[in-house]
Every structure is written in C-alpha cells, then in structure tokens.
C-alpha cells in the first residue's frame, strides 16, 4: 500500500492559474485554426474566393493581420469583380491606422466594381484625408468622370491647406473643363489671394478669352485692388472685344485711366465709347476731361515757351542773327484746320562757321496737342539754307487752304523745298518742289505771296514785327486775348 500524504493532494499555488488560462485559450485558437486548415486546404487544396475571405476571417480574429492580408488580397486577385475583400480589407487598414492603403484599396475596388457600398466606404473616408490624399482621390474621381465628387475632394484638400496652389489649379482646370469659367476665376481669384503664387496670376490671365463681358470686368476690378493696372486694362480690352454697346468698361477704364495721369488714353477710350454707343455719361465725363476751348492753344503752350526761353532767350525788339539769341517768331495758327490752334517757334542755333566763326540759323519748329489738352512736339528743325554761308531763313507757307512748313535749299537760281503738313498729329511731306533757272520762281508765285519768312532782313525789322511777337508770347503766358497772325503781306 502507498500512503499519500495530505500535502500531495493540496491544490496549486493561486499564482499558477492565469498561466494556466492564457495556455489553454491559445491551445484553443490554435486548434481552431489547425482544425480549419486541415479540413479546408489539407482535405480541399483548391483555392476560391469564399475559402480565402472565410480563412482571413479567421486570421483577422486571431489578430493576425499579415496573414488576413495577404488572404484578402489573394480573394481579390482570384475574383476583383467582388466587393466583399475590398470591404472588409479597407475596414482592416482602417484599424490598423493605415488610411493611405485603405483609400487606395476603395479605388481599385470602385473602378472594378462600379459597387455602391464601396464608394459609399469612399464617401465615409473623404473627412478622414489627408491634402495629398484629397488630391489624389481627386484624380481618381476625374479619370471616371464623377466631376462633382472630383470638386468634393478638391474643396476638401483646399480646406486642409489653403496656401498650397494646386488645388486651386487642379479645380480651375476641373472647371474649365465643364464649361464653368465664372467658378475658375473665382477659385483662382481666392487662390491667388490665399498663397500669392505667381503661376495662379498668369492663369489667371491665360483665363481671359474664356470670360463673359461681366466676368472680365469682375477680374478687372479684382486686378485693380492688387494695383496691377496692366492686367486690368487688358482685362477692360477684352471685356469691350466682347460687347462694345455696354458702357461700363469704357467708363471703369478711363477712370483708372485717369488715375494714372494718362488722360489722353482716357479720351481716346472715352471717345471710342461715344462712337460705340452714343451715351451721354460718357460724353460728360469727356467734357470734364477736356480743358475749355479758349485755353486750348493759349496757355496750354505756357511751358513750352518758357522752355525756349530758357534756351534761346525771350524776344527783344532787335536781333543781331550773327550772334544774337532770342525767339525769333511766335505764332498761334491752326495748322491742320482741326479747329484747334498749333504753335509755331522759331529760334537760331549755330549752323555754320565762317573764318572760324559761328553763324546762327532761324529754325522752325511745330507744335500741336494731344486729346488731353498737352503739348507735343510734331515737327523740329525746319530751315531753308542759301547759296550765301551767312545766309538762312526759315517759314511757312499757305496754299491751297492749307499751311505747310518749308524745309530745304533756296538760291538765287536753284531751289529744293519740302512742304510739310500735318495730319491726324503726324507732320508729313506732303509734297517736293526742285527748279533751275533764273525764271524758277515765275513758276512757283506762292513762295512770294503766301510766305512767311524769317531772315537777317526780318531779324533788323520794325518795332511791328517784334511788338508782334512780344503780344503772342504775353497772351501764352498770361491767358490774355489771341492774337491775329502777323500780315506778311504788309510787311
């Protein structure tokens, strides 16, 4: 007989019994799965879609994600047409923190199932994405042609990260693309004021052919708040290409025409505009611009004189034309028969030598202004040299009901002119007269009866001829009566 002692038969420590429990659980689950294997892979080797997604959800509640992965995986490459492993492996990736693979595991899903229940999961995804994700599903969604899930994802990556610009391209472009330019411009507008991107401005322009009349207006304004006048007026131009009876363009652009002291383009435009639509704000705004009749060709020519002046010296009663400086003739007379008054200057400068010594020329020159009321300077220089080194004379002429100014070569026997005219502001040869002989200007009586010369002869004239064009320079200055031309005839 084997006696037992009482110690023997007294339970195990407490300490041993969790050990015990966690052995046992795992024997258990591995039982299972050995259980599983044998009966679906050792007894039936052929694999197909169901075992695959059975097995992986046994793997997955055993918390082996390697290997329910690589069987959800397998599943799809045996059957892609099935949703289920596409599912239930995005749903894993998901626990797992893996939103890149899941985000990509749906799309490969979605385009080979076209399912509801997947692009459900994508719908469900989108606020869980990161800008780069966004993007691409963005991508993704265009490539099958669900546009408004592609401008979803876009608006969603420009909530996360508003100062990255190619959202705002990406969505331009989607927009453009459907025929919406108003949304292009303005998610570039907000683009280009979000991140400062130089490629969004140029887009911005490159957006142009596409707009409406009031939509390049829009952009103008936008352009003019970012002191980028240049791309406004293009935008004002265009904005007229399309509708020229509208009166709003021509008015915006002139004011900031105006704004930028370039009033001769605001007339110009202003002037467009009446001819375009016959409204009388425009032409309102065009009287304001203009100066008053009566001081367009008096003081308009104010600084101009002065700055003659200021070269030549102011007139005086006599003129020694060897060494003496002065304005030598001053006359307000409308040139081109525009119904505005021209200035005509002359003045001498050293044109030769003789015995090493300087001889001064009487040269002419032209002036008329602009649409803005401004000087500008249509013709210089013209001059009629002679046979005689000390001789020179410059003038101008009328014939025809029209003036010309005289540029070129008089002798006694040989004469080489140029007649000068001006039209629309451009001063041109309007025509050429050569001669030999002694009886040349028998031929051509206009150059003794219509002619205004200055010479040494005019130079030493009477108190007449100066006290004229002491009066025409004082009514410049001053703003005082016109003068009448001076009579050549009686002189």
Same mark, same amino acid.
């Given at each position: 007989? +084997? ?17 015990? +429990? ?36 046994? #793997?997955?509640? $055993? ?8 069987? #959800? ?5 045996? !059957?892609?047409?099935?949703? =289920?492993?596409?599912?239930?492996? %995005?749903?894993? #990736? ?16 979605? =385009? ?10 994508? !719908? ?18 265009? *490539?099958?042609?669900?546009? @408004?899930?592609?401008?979803? $994802? ?47 401005? *140029? ?14 207006? *829009?952009?103008?304004?936008? /352009?003019l708040e970012d002191s980028n006048d240049a791309w406004a007026e293009e935008a004002y131009l265009t904005a007229l290409d399309l509708d020229s009876s509208r009166i709003e363009a021509y008015q915006e652009l002139a004011q900031m025409y105006i704004r930028l002291d370039r009033t001769e383009d605001a007339i110009t435009i202003l002037e467009r505009g009446i001819e375009a639509t016959g409204s009388e704000e425009l032409q309102l705004m065009l009287e304001d611009l203009r100066p008053p009749e009566e001081e367009i060709g008096v003081t308009a020519y104010a600084d101009v004189v002065l700055q ?5 010296? %102011?007139?005086? @009663? ?49 002036? #008329?202004? @602009? ?12 001059? +009629? ?46 025509? /050429?007269?050569?001669? !030999? ?19 040494? !002869? ?9 006290? /004229?064009?002491?009066? +025409? ?13 001076? @009579?050549?005839?009686?002189?």
């Amino acid at each position: 007989m +084997v006696a037992f002692h009482l110690g023997q038969l007294q339970p195990k420590p407490p300490a041993l019994r969790p050990l015990v +429990v966690l052995l046992g659980t795992l024997v258990t689950a591995l039982g299972v799965v050995l259980f599983f294997i044998f009966t679906h892979i050792i007894v039936d080797p052929v694999p197909s879609y169901d075992k695959c997604m059975a097995l992986a959800a046994r #793997y997955l509640e $055993a918390l082996d994600y390697e290997q329910a992965e690589a069987l #959800y995986l397998e599943a799809i490459e045996l !059957d892609g047409t099935r949703s =289920e492993a596409y599912l239930e492996l %995005a749903g894993m #990736y998901l626990e797992q923190g893996r939103t890149e693979d899941a985000l990509q595991g749906l799309m490969q899903g979605l =385009e080979a199932t076209a399912d509801a229940q997947l692009q459900a999961a994508l !719908d469900e995804l989108l606020p869980n994405l990161s800008y780069d994700q966004c993007m691409a599903l963005a991508i993704f969604y265009q *490539t099958m042609e669900d546009y @408004d899930r592609s401008e979803e $994802a876009l608006l969603a990556a420009i909530s996360l990260q508003n100062r990255r610009a190619e959202a705002y391209q990406a969505l331009a472009e989607l927009y453009l693309a459907q025929q919406r330019p108003g949304d292009a411009l303005h998610i570039l507008m907000q683009g280009v004021d979000a991140t400062g991107v130089t490629e969004l401005q *140029t887009l911005l322009l490159e957006l142009l052919p596409h707009l409406s009349y009031d939509e390049c207006l *829009t952009l103008a304004a936008y /352009h003019l708040e970012d002191s980028n006048d240049a791309w406004a007026e293009e935008a004002y131009l265009t904005a007229l290409d399309l509708d020229s009876s509208r009166i709003e363009a021509y008015q915006e652009l002139a004011q900031m025409y105006i704004r930028l002291d370039r009033t001769e383009d605001a007339i110009t435009i202003l002037e467009r505009g009446i001819e375009a639509t016959g409204s009388e704000e425009l032409q309102l705004m065009l009287e304001d611009l203009r100066p008053p009749e009566e001081e367009i060709g008096v003081t308009a020519y104010a600084d101009v004189v002065l700055q003659y002046e200021a070269q030549y010296g %102011a007139p005086v @009663d006599r003129y020694d034309y060897l060494t003496g400086e002065s304005i030598l003739l001053l006359e307000l007379i409308d040139f081109d028969g525009d119904g505005t008054l021209e200035l005509l200057v002359g003045y001498s400068r050293i044109a030769a030598e003789i015995y090493g010594d300087p001889i001064r020329y009487p040269f002419l020159d032209l002036w #008329y202004l @602009d649409n803005a009321g401004q000087p500008v300077l249509g013709y210089e220089g013209a001059t +009629v040299t002679g046979s005689d080194v000390l001789y020179g004379m410059c003038g101008y002429t009328f014939e025809n009901d029209k003036y010309y100014l005289l540029d070129g070569y008089d002798s006694a026997y040989t004469i080489s002119l140029d007649y000068i005219s001006m039209e629309d502001g451009s001063c041109i040869t309007a025509f /050429h007269i050569e001669a !030999d002989g002694e009886d040349y200007r028998a031929n051509y009586p206009a150059l003794n009866e219509n002619t205004s010369t200055i010479d040494q !002869d005019v130079c030493a004239a009477s108190d007449e001829y100066w006290s /004229h064009v002491c009066a +025409v320079r004082d009514s410049i200055l001053s703003g005082g009566a016109l003068v009448e031309p001076f @009579d050549w005839n009686s002189y």
